[in-house]
């Protein structure tokens, strides 16, 4: 193929060329795939940066991009002069690439030789669980503790005002739930009673990339969905850890979605 016929391909099927090749001084062009999300075809042309000559022959590989924004590579990289064709099939190999049966991720051959999840999600579930389990049993212990010193020290409790109670009624509750970068989420309904009514992890996963705060005290989610088969769209997918409600008012909207964590034993707590 002639320098002006590899240009020419790439540039109907909508390639763009790349600014530094990082392992040598051909030309690098690449576009996401038309089908698999996160994943980019990449184009080597083999034309010289500098002399605009072929040097080598074209090669076409497909990288899946995680959530840290790395190139993980899933298809290795098909040489050959009959460009467009190469395309296809490491497009049409994409498209069969394993996946990751918990976050939904593409997987990719590590230095190691294992085969792997391009997110490590698994990296974050070990780690997490061990935290999540020594805070758990340190909150127990000290809860333990400084009801035993209560009751030892507090004199006896004056029934509460029966008008306190009802003034409780009608007040706002904040509940949250402890996300971090790294958890494997799904989503889960629950109706006016806090309970849930239906639980979408067999048909929704993402992975949670950053939690912020904003000025109005909401802790906003990023989140990235890797899979929805359900009937849900996008913008009915939960975007915070954070979940107001009145327990005995009307004024939520019912059924109401939030996240649930699916990697590590973590639940939504009253504030």
Known sequence: MSVTLIKAT?????????????????LIFSRNHPTEKFVRIIVDS???????????QPSVSSV??????????????HKGTNLSGLITTVETS?????????????????KSGKVVCANACWSNWSGNKIKSTQKTSQKSSQKIQAQKTTQKSSPKIAPKNPQRKTMKKSSLEIWSLNLQPGDLVTVEEI?????????????????VVFVNPDPRGNRIVKTQWTANTSSLQEWQLPSTALMPRYPYGNTTPYPFTRFKVISRKVNWVKE
Do not use: M
């Open 191 to 207: 109706n006016e009673n806090n309970e849930v009514t239906k639980d979408y992890t067999h048909s929704i996963l993402g992975v």
């Open 10 to 26: 790439l540039k109907t099927q909508n390639f763009r060329e790349h600014k530094n090749n990082p392992k040598g001084n051909t």
């Open 64 to 77: 899946y991009i995680n959530i840290n924004k790395h190139w993980r590579e899933i298809v290795s990289a």
């Open 94 to 110: 994409a498209v069969s690439a394993p996946k990751c049966k918990h976050c939904g991720a593409k997987k990719f051959k590590a």
């Open 46 to 56: 083999g034309i010289d940066k500098n002399t605009q000559k072929i040097v080598s």
